[in-house]
């Protein structure tokens, strides 16, 4: 890439980070990532019905907890994740300039991971 078309990608980034919409790359990865997500979840899914369908294991056992932990937070990642892609997609869609305002997406997910990790510690604590 050619030093012109550089400077012009930084800048073309630079506006879309200020105006809070997401860049292609970062669409791109959210998509790659909720793919991702969702292969993790069937296997944890067939997983969980091996053991608790098939296998007949106590529903109280370890690993079948610990399986479906790692399911709802894999399920809470990939609603983070489409959420964010369908705030993106309405902006685009509508041209809202305003919604761009208030719903930066980078603070939006570490605002959802910082709630989610709030909720997951305080869930611990109770038990």
Same mark, same amino acid.
């Given at each position: 890439?050619?030093?012109? !078309?550089?400077?012009?990608?930084r800048?073309?980034?630079?506006? @879309? ?12 990865t ?11 979840? @069937? ?13 007949r ?18 399920m ?6 489409? !959420? ?13 300039? @305003? ?16 709630s ?6 305080a869930?611990?604590?109770? !038990?």
């Amino acid at each position: 890439m050619s030093r012109k !078309k550089a400077k012009a990608y930084r800048i073309r980034c630079l506006n @879309e980070r200020a105006t809070g919409v997401l860049t292609a790359w970062e669409v791109q990865t959210l998509r790659a990532q909720v793919r991702s997500n969702s292969t993790i979840i @069937e296997r944890l899914i067939r997983a969980i019905d091996l053991l608790a369908n098939r296998e007949r294991v106590p529903k109280d056992a370890t690993s079948l907890i610990q399986f479906r932990n790692r399911l709802a937070v894999a399920m809470a990642e990939n609603d983070t994740f489409r !959420k964010v892609l369908w705030r993106h997609c309405e902006q685009e869609a509508y041209g809202i300039q @305003e919604l761009a305002r208030g719903l930066d997406p980078i603070a939006f997910l570490v605002r959802r991971i910082r709630s989610r990790e709030r909720a997951m510690m305080a869930q611990t604590a109770m !038990k």
